[in-house]
């Protein structure tokens, strides 16, 4: 079945220590995003990739990182630079967005992060 | 730029209830529409969405109606579930304050239902 894998589905961080979640989708999407969701915040963008090799900073890029060497794969690294990573991080993919912006993102099951 | 605003929650209804999510927009443009709902533990699910004004988006029960008069989408079903509980969220795309890449979310409303 086509869809988007997260992993792994929870992990824990010491202080100072990056750590890298991943993301591989098969759906064949040029699009992928990272979100970061907050108790009673929604969610928040935090990197986006249109294309491979490719990657835009969203509205709370501080303290993570993102690589896009291959279509199906969107890893996130949250540095120790970033000082409140405790959250739930969902990624997702879609099939570009045209002129219109009418195609729908699909998402992963996500990755709990916490601190130890 | 572009936001998304809808009711606060909790909203807790008896099963067979009729349930309405408000959700408004600020937008140029002309946004794409979309509801998405979160099941405990999970990613997002997309469960419905339009792009016009004046379509409807239906799906499993669940209506929207894309108004650019009030700039409104609000969700409606008729007889909910137990099964229905989860949290919902309006988004946006496609409007000329955002890129047609980014959703902007609301914040989300968490609905129970009870038997």
């Known amino acids: 079945d086509g869809g988007i894998t997260q992993s792994p589905k929870y992990l824990f961080r010491k202080e100072g220590q990056n750590v890298t979640l991943s993301c591989e989708q098969n759906l064949n999407h040029d699009a992928m995003y990272w979100y970061r969701q907050d108790p009673g915040q929604g969610l928040r963008l935090i990197y986006y990739?249109?294309?491979?090799?490719?990657?835009q900073k969203g509205d709370i890029a501080e303290g993570y990182s993102v690589s896009r060497e291959k279509k199906e794969s969107f890893p996130l690294t949250v540095t120790s630079a970033q000082k409140n990573p405790t959250a739930f991080y969902l990624c997702?993919?879609?099939?570009?967005?045209?002129?219109?912006?009418?195609?729908?993102?699909?998402f992963g099951d996500g990755t709990r992060l916490s601190i130890l | 730029g572009d936001s998304v605003t809808q009711m606060e929650g909790p909203v807790t209804l008896s099963e067979e209830a009729f349930l309405t999510i408000n959700c408004t927009y600020t937008?140029?443009?002309?946004?794409?529409l979309f509801w998405y709902v979160q099941y405990p533990g999970e990613g997002l699910q997309l469960l419905l969405k339009?792009?016009?004004?004046?379509d409807k988006g239906s799906n499993k029960g669940f209506e929207a109606t894309y108004r650019k008069e009030t700039t409104s989408f609000h969700l409606e079903k008729g007889s909910v579930q137990v099964s229905d509980s989860a949290v919902y969220f309006c988004a946006l795309s496609g409007g000329s304050g955002g890129s047609n890449y980014k959703l902007t979310f609301g914040k989300g409303t968490l609905l129970t239902v009870n038997p």
């Open positions: 937008a140029t443009g002309y946004p794409s």
């Open positions: 339009a792009t016009k004004a004046d």
């Open positions: 997702a993919s879609s099939n570009g967005q045209g002129v219109s912006g009418n195609q729908p993102q699909h």
């Open positions: 990739s249109q294309i491979v090799n490719d990657f």
